[in-house]
């Protein structure tokens, strides 16, 4: 059975004369807390915000004055106590609240000013479990969540960024906080708390190595709302994580408009895929389109790298997004700005790079400070309609893999190197993916197709487009490899391949009639690997 509720009017306006502050991050608190004494509100505080109050020489009153209790067990109780939670949970205007206030000298709280302890910045630079643990507030989540329930005469206010806001609204007011600002700060405050335990819950899944909880939370901080979402009639917010992968959530922006939503999730697939290649071995680029690649290649240079990823598919590059796995440079910021890009990611630029890029208004720059780990741990999760679908992150990668040789012919150096590639590219590619690929550069991607002999099909296609927009006599095809994200269920996709000119396969493997596709590759003369790893991507 529910909770019956005392039906007690809302009052609309509620004067405040009581306020607690008790914050971890003291930004803006005495600015704050001076307004509010300079209104006539009483203050009252905890440890290290009452020494910093006092040191600023504000009137103040310690918490104990109130608990008549000390803080203990290094501050692990300090405000857990009924005439603090009373104080912020009383109904003001009912009888038996009014008398139990009267009975046990409690003080109502009509200000709760609060800011947890920073478990998940100190999680994310990899605390230890003990040092996890200790970060864990307790006292502030449970005057948050009592001061956001009691809105009807409680204002919560759990952001420095709101602290003028409140001002304003007091000013506004005659000294009272009005009722609509207090739904508001106890909308915020329950998703503040509710984002919390959420990193607190998800940290200990990690540190117990549970990847299916009973219970699943997910929070994220507001860092965007945009204009639109994936269209225009739906609307979209950018929430961040704290979890410290460099990529799209984490970058700074050095120019450009800001980011749309379907810019966020290209960059997000176009940063992941670079970072797949080790900047110490090769200079890479990828360029995409829809979150999947047009076109991604290996060169000496940035320069060289963007010209051969180019190639794969000019048509759809146009408007694209562009990541680099290492240092803009001036000659690679040339070529990109040539054609109209809407998005450039990498781990850094420099400054003629910058300048070339400036001239480019609209166009946006972020930079990373470095690539992600493609190995890293981490969730994806996806909503269903009713449910939510979470599950690892793909960190399987290639050079890891025990692949074997399963056709006469084995590949040739070349070959292999050009496998690794394509297979490594197939990876960020929408099922079904298959990825021609030839001398560290793509010729052809076939994606997001139902059927595999579909996907061969398109990537060939494309690439005699490419080889006719570039003047090239031989098709880009001949003599390429090519990689499936999945085992080929019959011979007829990898034979689709042999036919535009691949000369040896990469796939999982793992077909009931794998038998029958290692007998046509080697009836046509390919060489195939098979990796034991899919990479079905949806
Ligand atoms: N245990 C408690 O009773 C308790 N009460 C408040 N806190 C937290 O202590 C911090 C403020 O402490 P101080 O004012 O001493 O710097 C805030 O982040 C607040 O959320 C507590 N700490 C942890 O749970």
Redesign the pocket.
Known sequence: MAIVSKSVPVPPLVPVKRAL??????TGLIDFAKALAERGVELV????????LKDAGLAVMD?SEVTGFP?I?D???????PA?HGGLLSIRDDADHQAAMSEHGITGIDLFC????PFEDVVAKGADYATGVEN?????????RAAAKNHAYVTVVTDPADYDLVIDELDKNNGRSPIELRKKLALKAFARTAAYDAAVSNWLADQLDEATPAYRAVGGKLAEVMRYGENPHQSAGFYKTGEVRPGVATAKQIQGKTLSYNNINDTDAAFELVSEFDPARTAAVAIIKHANPCGVAEGKTLKDAYELALRCDPVSAFGGIVALNQKLDAAAAEEIVKIFTEVIIAPDADDAAREIIAAKKNLRLLLTGGLADPRAKGLFVKSVAGGLLVQNRDNGVVDDLDLKVVTKRAPTAQELSDLKFAFRVAKHVKSNAIVYAKDGATVGVGAGQMSRVDSARIAARKALDATETAGLSEALTKGCVVASDAFFPFADGLLSAAEAGATAVIQPGGSMRDDEVIAAADEAGLAMVLTGMRHFRH
């Open positions: 502050l008790s914050v971890f991050d003291k505080s905890t440890g290290g915000s009452y020494k910093a918490i803080e067990m501050g692990r109780v300090k405000t857990l106590h603090v609060g800011n947890l302890y864990i507030d307790i006292g502030g989540p449970a005057m948050t």
